[in-house]
């Protein structure tokens, strides 16, 4: 294989520049010519695809987002859509395709893959949702943004002895809920593994306060709840003041930390390997130190598994 071309798609995640980057230097390394696609699998249909060389990926190891840009693109769901993307790739005689992303953009990928195209899946995004690898490159950045936002938010609950609900993303899947609501002591978590009771929720807040504490933090996953009413009804009940606080966006963004730089090269070298042995339809995924891969097929049937021992760490801890 001389031609390869990565993309990014779906939701960024800090790393995906890293990945961007080793993909560069592997191909280089492994003696291909190496081709960014602008914005996913829209870029891919509409033809916007360059070289990417040496030059580009300089100095975008720390660097945030995606210098290729992402988009959501339903229309990718059609097969005369997908046949114009293989389209372009063979006229420039691009054999093989690196997506970078979550599940959706590995659907798209996979029928890629079915069209003829050596397509190699690496999984990007802050969810941490995809079950065929412990974790996705980008959520250990996010979680860290989260932790340490929410130990500001204790700060100042400390002071006025308030309770912070803080809504954290995640979108289907309780991780970074789990990760931060361990790493920052909180009294509750509410994520889709857990869900929501309202009335045990105040309980354990309620018995927080009774126990003298100062403070109370409750991390809850988006969509499960309105956290602004959540705030009103714990001040209600507690008589504590009680301010909710929606973390947002600023978990997409920043400069990815350590693990995820060193995730995003291990798997990105991985990928370029791959297909520099012509093989594809593969997912790269980490299981425990060791990378893997699987077909796309198998990635996405996967079940991803509760880690039932870190849910039951936060109520053990709080006592
Ligand atoms: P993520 O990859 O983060 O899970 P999405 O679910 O939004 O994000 O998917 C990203 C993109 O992948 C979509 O906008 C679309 O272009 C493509 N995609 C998603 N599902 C499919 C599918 N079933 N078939 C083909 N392409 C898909």
Redesign the pocket.
């Known amino acids: 294989m001389k031609k390869i071309a990565v993309l990014t ?3 960024d995640a800090p790393g995906m520049n890293v990945a961007i980057r080793a993909i560069v230097r592997s191909a280089i390394h492994y003696g291909m010519e190496a081709y960014g696609v602008q914005d ?2 829209k870029g891919l249909s509409e033809n916007d695809i360059f070289p990417l060389t040496r030059k580009h990926v300089t100095r975008i190891i720390n660097r945030g987002g995606t210098i290729l840009g992402s ?4 229309e ?2 059609e097969e005369k859509t997908q046949l114009i993307a293989v389209e372009n790739l063979k006229k420039r005689d691009i054999e093989g395709l690196i997506v970078i ?8 990928a996979q ?1 890629l893959s079915k069209l003829g195209i050596r397509t190699i899946g690496l999984p990007a ?1 802050i969810d941490n949702d995809i079950a065929s690898t412990d974790y996705s490159i980008g959520f250990f950045t996010a979680l860290d943004t989260a932790v340490e936002s929410i130990d500001k938010l204790r700060d100042t609950s400390f002071s006025h002895q308030r309770c912070s609900v803080v809504e954290v993303m995640g979108r289907h899947c309780g991780d970074l809920g789990l990760y931060a609501g361990i790493a920052v002591g909180s009294e509750f978590i509410v994520t889709p593994e857990t869900g929501f009771d309202k009335s045990k929720t105040i309980a354990e807040v309620k018995k927080s306060f009774d126990r003298n504490k100062r403070h109370a933090i409750v991390v809850v996953t988006e969509n499960m709840t309105d956290v602004h009413q959540l705030a009103k009804d714990i001040e209600k009940a507690t008589t504590h003041e009680t301010r909710a606080t929606v973390l947002g966006h600023v978990q997409r963004g920043g400069t990815p930390q350590a693990f995820d730089r060193v995730l995003a090269t291990e798997m990105a070298e991985r990928a370029v390997y791959l297909l520099s042995k012509s093989l594809g339809d593969k997912v790269i995924g980490l299981n425990r130190k060791d990378l893997e891969e699987f077909s796309f097929e198998e990635a996405l049937s996967m079940k991803r598994e509760t880690p039932s021992k870190r849910y039951g760490l936060v109520g053990q801890l709080k006592n």
């Open positions: 798609s779906g939701g996913g699998f988009a959501r693109y339903p990718f769901k992303g979550g599940d959706g953009s590995f659907r798209g029928a995004t």
